[in-house]
């Protein structure tokens, strides 16, 4: 009787644990950049790190945003990088970088032009 109350306990602690981390990201894009484009964040229940490798044929900059920060419509274009949680250095073809998400915050991914057309490899990952 012991043995199975224990199991049962042991089982219900286990199964709570499950689900209280933020959900898995692993999302890829690969874009043909002449304006913005950017990868929605839903909000989690717990702080997250997300990670942005990013790979382009033409210097772009690419910036993680609290979804909060932008109006509804804005697609990203004007965000100055200082209004990121973090950002690429301008300019670059390949980087990647961090951001930590605070819990219940969406976010958003932009990635845009530093200045005519690229094409750019996106992979967004949380650790």
Not at 29 to 55: C, G, H, R, S, Y
């Amino acid at each position: 009787m012991l043995a199975r109350f224990s199991c049962l306990a042991l089982a219900i602690g286990l199964i709570s644990v499950a689900g209280c981390g933020p959900a898995k990201l692993d999302v890829t894009k690969n874009w043909t950049l002449d304006e913005p484009k950017m990868v929605l964040l839903d909000a989690q229940p717990k702080p997250q790190t997300i990670k942005v490798d990013f790979e382009a044929d033409n210097p772009v900059i690419v910036l993680v945003v609290k979804d909060s920060d932008l109006a509804k419509d804005d697609d990203g274009g004007f965000t100055p990088a200082n209004k990121a949680l973090a950002a690429s250095k301008a300019g670059e073809k390949k980087g990647e970088f961090s951001a930590d998400l605070p819990a219940n915050t969406a976010a958003r991914v932009v990635a845009r032009t530093s200045g005519g057309k690229a094409t750019i490899k996106l992979h967004v990952t949380n650790q």
